[in-house]
């Protein structure tokens, strides 16, 4: 399996065939707006401003299942994002990254690396980090910063 057996809706309604990012190293992060760890958005763009030229891309997934710390609509969390973390890099729909309604792109992710607890997504933030082939690398805790994976990053994209 790789990142290119998946379609993905973007934040905007229009669905993606995530192989598009084929040829790209991508970091895949479940998001909340409304989360102590919500600040490392400002960690994601500055990792995007700064790697997607060499052929970083970033996809946020929001997602509710954590303390309810992502409650609204994809508009409100398009607008959150935008306005309060200048977010330039895709975001996706609302998924589920746990349990049976899981979204298949993160079924896939968390049984190839589980984490310290197991397959499930510990919490909000959790990253992924795929090669250029769309094959999963890494998985990063959710407390492990943006900033953190610079050395990973620029081992996958060089």
């Known amino acids: ?3 290119s057996d998946f379609v993905a809706t973007k934040i905007t309604g229009d669905p993606v065939d995530l192989g598009a990012y084929q040829g790209k190293v991508v970091l895949v992060v479940n998001t ?14 500055t990792l995007y401003e700064t790697y997607a030229d060499s052929g970083l ?10 303390g309810h710390q ?3 609509t994809e508009a409100e969390i398009a607008d959150f994002c935008e306005l309060n973390y200048g977010v330039s890099f895709p975001m996706f729909a609302k998924i589920e990254v746990n349990g049976e309604r899981a979204h298949p792109l993160y079924q896939w992710l968390t049984s190839t690396i589980p984490g310290e607890n197991g397959p499930d997504i510990e919490w909000n933030f959790a990253k992924f980090l795929l090669n250029r082939d769309g094959e999963l690398l890494q998985r990063y805790s959710p407390q492990v910063k943006p900033e953190e994976l610079t050395g990973d990053l620029e081992k996958a994209l060089h």
Do not use: H, R, V
């Open 1 to 3: 399996m790789a990142l």
């Open 70 to 72: 992502e409650p609204g």
């Open 32 to 45: 909340a707006s409304q989360c102590g760890l919500t600040p490392q958005y400002a960690g994601l763009q």
């Open 57 to 66: 891309e970033i996809l946020g997934f929001p997602c509710d299942q954590f």
